[in-house]
């Protein structure tokens, strides 16, 4: 057979070579910008992933949750420390009660889950959290050794004591009242009742058949001892002492973060948050009624009582701060940075209040608390993002108004010409979506100024992809032997 002319051989020579270089080159365009987070590189072969880094990622899953932080911002988590680990063939679930893990094995897949609590953890075991999640990334231990570091931060006890808690709670009803409805003669009235509702609350931490009536229980004592007692709790307007009473049940976190993963096509997740939340909303009201119901016939509604100055909200504001970080045990040294973001937050939301009403108000506090957090993180003493966001999340009380709006269709209280208990429901609602709005705009700009976190309510920036890409391939850091 005769043989082709050499230039038909350097023509195919090269071709051959060309295409191998566009094909390798299209293979590692396509793992750092096309291929999804914490998936597997090309021809890459199934590998056992241990057990024990199963467990790990299911437990910091679990307590992400219980940190507050959404399911999209928990998938993520647990995608980038599969990464470090090595793990690429992890794939999660998260939602607000379980965390659900497939493992992609030369068999098949394999299916795990983990359930979780619904309640918040204190503060200083999310900065502990935190702080473990810096050095998994940092250091990458066994798995072993940080499930035991783990397991040893989320059995301490609180920072704060029984009775440091149950004063926090008083004087965190006490801010939140001089914050809400600064009247004089209401002062004795939110100490009284933050001390029924913290006692309450620690029995219930006991009790596991008052937990579960907790917000049925508190409501319908504090509606007895507020409409039993008006003149000397509240000057004879008791109403005005209910939505701070019970501030510390209000689902306002679990109603937010509803709405944010709804925003972000998390529909299961946010469903059921948003179920919760009102669910909680309804049993509050429900306890209205019953203690409402205990005393017969209500006294007539006095006159509106004498307000405290122009400084009331602002002492609020520090109450609220020096409360919340004894009744949930703040990282020492922190109250400082925790009182910044309070009253950068509240500063935020009366500004827009007086600017244009209650809903920019709403959405400037959610704006400025989540890069107000992240602003004072590399600071002295400066708490986890986090740990500093919560409690301004909190304070914006999403929850207040639809308690009062479900608790007027229930006991149908409302006094206000023209104004019904629907209609404080709906601007309640849109209130709690100016706040998820805010915090996600927040979000959204702490992601521009810094590409390579993944941030409150959020995801990772794209760029933070390519980032972790030329990381791995250009100074990978050594995976730990999964056997050590």
């Not at 437990?59 to 940190?67: E, F, K, T």
């Not at 805010?438 to 976190?453: E, K």
């Amino acid at each position: 057979m005769t043989s082709p002319p050499p230039h038909h051989r350097r023509w195919s020579t090269a071709s051959h070579r060309f295409r191998r270089t566009v094909t390798r080159l299209a293979g590692r365009f396509d793992d750092a910008l096309g291929a999804p987070a914490g998936s597997p590189p090309a021809n890459e072969e199934e590998q056992e992933v241990p057990g024990e880094l199963l467990t790990l990622l299911c437990r910091v899953g679990v307590a992400l949750i219980g940190a507050g932080e959404t399911s999209a911002t928990v998938q993520n988590t647990l995608n980038d420390l599969a990464a470090r680990y090595g793990a690429h063939t992890v794939h999660f679930m998260v939602l607000p009660t379980a965390v659900f893990v497939r493992v992609r094995t030369t068999a098949g897949s394999s299916v795990d889950m983990l359930d979780a609590e619904v309640g918040t953890l204190p503060l200083d075991q999310i900065a502990g959290l935190y702080r473990l999640l810096d050095r998994i990334q940092d250091e990458v231990p066994p798995p072993a050794e940080a499930d035991r570091e783990l397991t040893a931060l989320l059995s301490a006890k609180p920072g704060s004591p029984p009775w440091l808690i149950l004063l926090g709670q008083v004087v965190l009803t006490v801010g939140l009242g001089m914050m809400l409805n600064p009247a004089a003669q209401a002062l004795v009235g939110y100490v009284v009742l933050g001390l029924v509702v913290g006692a309450l609350t620690q029995i219930g931490d006991r009790v596991r058949l008052l937990s579960y009536a907790l917000p049925v229980v508190a409501a319908a004592a504090v509606a007895a001892l507020s409409f039993g007692f008006p003149e000397a709790l509240s000057g004879g307007n008791p109403t005005q002492l209910l939505v701070p009473a019970v501030a510390t049940l209000l689902p306002g976190t679990m109603l937010t973060n509803g709405t944010i993963e709804l925003a972000n096509g998390s529909m299961v997740a946010g469903a059921s948050r948003i179920v919760y939340g009102i669910n909680m909303l309804f049993l509050l009201s429900f306890g209205l009624y019953v203690g409402i119901s205990v005393l017969g016939d209500l006294p007539p509604a006095q006159p509106e009582s004498s307000q405290l100055g122009w400084w009331a909200p602002l002492i609020g504001v520090l109450l609220i701060g020096i409360g919340h970080s004894w009744r949930s045990s703040a990282p020492k040294n922190s109250l400082g940075w925790l009182l910044v973001v309070l009253w950068a937050t509240f500063a935020a939301q009366a500004f827009g209040k007086f600017v244009s009403g209650p809903l920019t108000g709403a959405f400037l506090g959610g704006l400025v608390a989540v890069p107000a957090a992240y602003l004072i993180r590399n600071r002295s003493n400066a708490p986890p993002p986090q740990v500093a966001f919560l409690p301004a999340f909190w304070m914006l009380v999403p929850g207040g108004i639809s308690l009062q709006g479900v608790s007027e269709l229930v006991l149908h209280t409302t006094r206000d010409v023209g104004v019904s208990g629907l209609e404080v429901m709906v601007s309640a609602l849109l209130s709690v979506m100016s706040i998820a709005l805010g915090v996600m705009v927040g979000s959204g700009l702490i992601r521009t100024s810094y590409p390579h976190m993944t941030t409150l309510m959020g995801t990772a920036h794209p760029s933070a992809r390519v980032e972790s890409w030329l990381a791995r391939h250009g100074n990978p850091r050594p995976s730990p032997d999964p056997d050590s």
